[in-house]
């Protein structure tokens, strides 16, 4: 039985792992892999014909008592309603694709009565471009990148840093002036390539992300190392915090009251 995924663990994860919500056979390995949360994905990954045995799969599971995030389809389309009925009767959180405004979100808010934490997936140029009235959604808890579809719609390549920046930037200046934690990274689509998995992870650290969606087990635990604070930002943290609340000089560098709150949050991050 999977552990409940409360508000506090989603804005902690570090590792989201996709599952096809066709594929009932995955659902138990794919939390053994310890991955912080496991997405049962009744969106992209399944086939039209597939959605509605794909929903009875996700119930059925859910439905023994484990939890995991619920990607439901799009609104509009012909299963959200129903995608979104099954998730908030189990009271699991819900990643909300082509999120793209607050009257959606906070429609679908309403319909869970509260009882489903909310994740908008931003995979659109109007999400990015309402990204601070997407942080800002009630029951919103986190907010994720879609660099994939995202990429498709701007016409240039989705494993482009430099082409993605501006929308990376954006989400983490938006949740942060939301008063969200940290945005999630979007996908790397070479599984087998665990450079270029790295690659990504460092470029998404460096611009503020602190977690990633994964779409193969072997990310995983490349991720979670990836995002977990390294021995030498540990050890600089400590020197931080040692050094009191006034503001000096450790390093040659001076520290004030920001410093220290970013020295306080690595040590704090498990």
């Not at 409360?6 to 659902?27: I, K, M, Q, W, Y």
């Not at 597939?50 to 484990?66: F, M, P, Q, Y």
């Not at 009271?91 to 909310?118: Q, Y």
């Not at 008063?179 to 650290?205: E, F, N, Y």
């Amino acid at each position: 039985m999977s552990r409940s995924l409360t508000a506090g663990r989603l804005e902690t994860a570090r590792s989201f792992l996709f599952v096809p919500g066709d594929r009932p056979d995955r659902f138990d390995k794919a939390v053994a892999t310890g991955a912080d949360a496991v997405i049962l994905d009744l969106e992209d990954a399944v086939a039209a014909p597939d959605k509605n045995r794909a929903r009875e799969h996700v119930a059925a599971w859910l439905g023994a008592g484990n939890s995991a995030v619920v990607r439901i389809n799009a609104p509009g389309t012909p299963w959200s309603d129903d995608d979104l009925a099954m998730a908030a009767g189990f009271g699991v959180p819900v990643m909300v694709p082509k999120s793209e405004g607050p009257a959606v979100l906070a429609d679908i808010a309403c319909r869970t009565a509260g009882k489903s934490s909310l994740i908008p997936l931003v995979e659109t140029a109007a999400g990015i471009e309402r990204a601070v009235e997407v942080c800002a959604t009630g029951g919103a808890v986190r907010v994720a990148l879609g660099n994939v579809d995202l990429a498709g719609q701007l016409g240039v390549a989705h494993d482009d840093h430099a082409a993605l920046a501006y929308a990376r930037s954006r989400l983490v200046a938006a949740s942060a002036a939301a008063g969200l934690c940290a945005p999630i990274d979007g996908v790397t689509t070479a599984v087998k390539d665990l450079d270029a998995l790295g690659a990504d992870i460092a470029h998404a650290r460096r611009l503020g992300f602190t977690g990633k969606l994964c779409i193969h087990p072997g990310q995983v635990v490349v991720v979670a190392e990836g995002f977990a604070p390294s021995e030498s930002e540990r050890e600089w943290a400590r020197s931080v915090v040692a050094a009191g609340d006034s503001v000096t000089v450790v390093d040659g560098h001076m520290v004030d009251k920001p410093v220290l709150e970013r020295a306080r949050r690595i040590l704090a991050a498990n």
